[in-house]
């Protein structure tokens, strides 16, 4: 399989497939540290949580908790999975010598929306975190 990157004499990579590629790489490694971030999430949580003893309290605990389940063991996992077949398939254009596969940008397009929209909102969700544990530091 060619690489996205690698040297040729078949033909010239188009620069918008190489920034493709660099930009699904840069969401690989975004999403490889969003899950450490979520485990310092999880142990911000476990030991600040039995500080907090309202109600309301408790629930904004437990949306937290939500939060970060379904990113850590689910999101994190689906969007990588999705990237890595992303970047497969950039390699299966090079191979066959299509650099003009316009479903590939429309798809590149799509996927880079959601991981934008993901991205908002993890970081509002870490922000409304820390703000909910700074309360009891």
Known sequence: MISPISN???YILQPTLIWKHKRTLEWISTATFWKR???FFQKLLDEYAPRFSSEADKMKISHFQNFIIYYRDELTSTLTSKLRL?????AELLEKKNESDTVYF??????????????IQFSNNK??????IERVM
Request: charged share 40%; net charge negative; glycine share 0%.
């Open 8 to 10: 040729t004499r078949e």
């Open 37 to 39: 971030e979520l485990a």
């Open 86 to 90: 992303h970047e497969k398939r950039l």
């Open 106 to 119: 429309k798809e590149h397009a799509d996927l880079m929306a959601e991981l934008d929209a993901t991205s």
């Open 127 to 132: 922000e409304e975190l820390f703000s909910f």
